[in-house]
């Protein structure tokens, strides 16, 4: 149980344009969703931490209307890059975690990039 | 601000020796510690976890020991094998809520 998945795992988009990364929990309830960002060669960071049907709160340094975040229902959490620029082009990876418990369960990850 | 970091950037180590990760924390009031194990391409992969109240943990082939004196976490492989090949993040938690802070990882390369 506790399996993530992410779609797409590999998007290729031009600069200026839009792109919709989805994250579901399949087998179990996410009351909390968590979107990292990750660098070639580098650690994840958190960019922002979204509850189901509230407000995402980003970490400082998140641009919160270039990465929209929505957690509408307990399975499923979007990250929309927008206008997207060349500098976005990275590891995208979501995870997610049952209400009461402090374990993540990531996805496998989305590589993006922008042209 | 509160950081975790690790010693040891990369790790060569031989088929069927043990391996040891090491990893500093600096955010006493977190409450539990986890390993996670990433491969190329790959989201992280859950290994082992420890709580603030305890100083060893064992699994399959994976110990973590805690020493909260010196805010250090190490992981130990037993065995290692080609599979164990990847790239190894510390992270600790519950200082802020359900958030992780990961450290900055260590790659494993098993050589056979």
């Known amino acids: 149980g506790a399996v993530v998945s992410q779609h797409p795992s590999r998007v290729i988009c031009k600069s200026g344009t839009s792109v919709k990364i989805e994250c579901r929990s399949l087998d179990f309830q996410a009351t909390t969703m968590f979107w990292y960002r990750q660098f070639p060669k580098k650690s994840l960071m958190l960019m922002a931490t979204?509850?189901?049907?509230?407000?995402?709160?980003?970490e400082q340094g998140v641009e919160k209307d270039k990465f929209l975040i929505n957690h509408a229902s307990l399975t499923l959490s979007t990250l929309t890059v927008t206008s997207a620029h060349p500098e976005d082009s990275s590891f995208y990876i979501c995870?997610?975690?049952?209400?009461?418990?402090?374990?993540?369960?990531f996805g496998p990850g989305t590589r993006l990039t922008v042209t | 601000g509160e950081s975790v970091g690790l010693h040891l950037p990369t790790l060569s180590v031989q088929e069927g020796d043990n391996s040891i990760i090491n990893c500093a924390y600096s955010n006493s009031a977190s409450d539990y510690f986890i390993w996670y194990k990433q491969e190329s391409g790959k989201g992280p992969q859950f290994i082992i976890d420890?709580?603030?109240?305890?100083d060893k943990r064992q699994g399959q082939r994976v110990t973590v020991l805690l020493n909260k004196t010196v805010k250090h976490l190490s992981l130990q492989i037993a065995a290692t094998q080609p599979g164990d090949s990847a790239v190894y993040f510390c992270a600790e938690g519950g200082a802020a809520g359900n958030k992780l802070t990961f450290g900055g990882g260590t790659r494993v390369l098993v050589k056979p």
């Open positions: 420890i709580r603030s109240n305890m």
């Open positions: 979204s509850n189901e049907g509230s407000k995402a709160t980003y």
């Open positions: 995870s997610a975690s049952r209400a009461g418990g402090y374990e993540q369960y």
